[in-house]
T-cell receptor, first 113, second 114 residues
Framework: AQTIHQWPVAEIKAVGSPLSLGCTIK??????LYWYWQATGGTLQQLFYSITVGQVESVVQLNLSASRPKDDQFILSTEKLLLSHSGFYLC????????????FGPGTRLTVL | GDSVTQTEGPVTVSESESLIINCTYSATSIAYPNLFWYVRYPGEGLQLLLKVITAGQKGSSRGFEATYNKETTSFHLQKASVQESDSAVYYCALGGSNYNVLYFGSGTKLTVEP
């Protein structure tokens, strides 16, 4: 069975500090990977997607970047956090080809102070 | 643009009552929209409730139903008799034929009272 793990579970960071959030999928080869963000009370927005190692497409610009260093790993990062980055970050995967639903991780709660 | 609008929450209903959560979509750049309902139960992750990829078809799961209506660009979620265990946040979502981008509605928090 496939499992998706996100780390950390929660993070409190200062404005201007760097950030790195991670996501790992086990049990599935070459999945499509996705990052989502939801501000408190806001809509769940897709940020990035990746269909293969080393390739990432941006969907929404939020002064964040994403990378896929390994087949099963997706990283979300920024060098300087903004207050507006606070929220809930979700990683998701779907089978190759994308013609299936997306499966979501447990999420990371980020608070920027 | 491409977007989804759904019933503003929170919604509170009594057990055994009927439920409808409205969802309408705009798919200006998606030739063949696919429609989904996702649900997040308390303490759990976001998961797919049902999906429909063909206009005119109905999807169903756990007693919930939704019909993909291309004419009215709607995908309303309905249940004839809700239970306390249906309390959750429900999200309508729109995808393209390659599913690489999903557009979510704002979510509707449902509370079912005993």
């Amino acid at each position: 069975a496939q499992t998706i793990h996100q780390w950390p579970v929660a993070e409190i960071k200062a404005v201007g500090s760097p950030l790195s959030l991670g996501c790992t999928i086990k049990g599935k080869s070459s999945p499509n990977l996705y990052w989502y963000w939801q501000a408190t009370g806001g809509t769940l927005q897709q940020l990035f997607y990746s269909i293969t190692v080393g390739q990432v497409e941006s969907v929404v610009q939020l002064n964040l970047s994403a990378s896929r260093p390994k087949d099963d790993q997706f990283i979300l990062s920024t060098e300087k956090l903004l207050l507006s980055h606070s929220g809930f970050y979700l990683c998701a995967w779907s089978p190759v080809g994308g013609a299936e639903e997306q499966y979501f991780g447990p999420g990371t709660r980020l608070t920027v102070l | 643009g491409d977007s989804v609008t759904q019933t503003e929450g929170p919604v509170t209903v009594s057990e055994s009552e009927s439920l409808i959560i409205n969802c309408t979509y705009s798919a200006t750049s998606i030739a063949y929209p696919n429609l989904f309902w996702y649900v997040r139960y308390p303490g759990e992750g976001l998961q797919l409730l049902l999906k429909v990829i063909t206009a005119g078809q109905k999807g169903s799961s756990r007693g919930f139903e939704a019909t993909y209506n291309k004419e009215t660009t709607s995908f309303h979620l309905q249940k004839a008799s809700v239970q306390e265990s249906d309390s959750a946040v429900y999200y309508c979502a729109l995808g393209g034929s390659n599913y690489n981008v999903l557009y979510f509605g704002s979510g509707t928090k449902l509370t079912v009272e005993p």
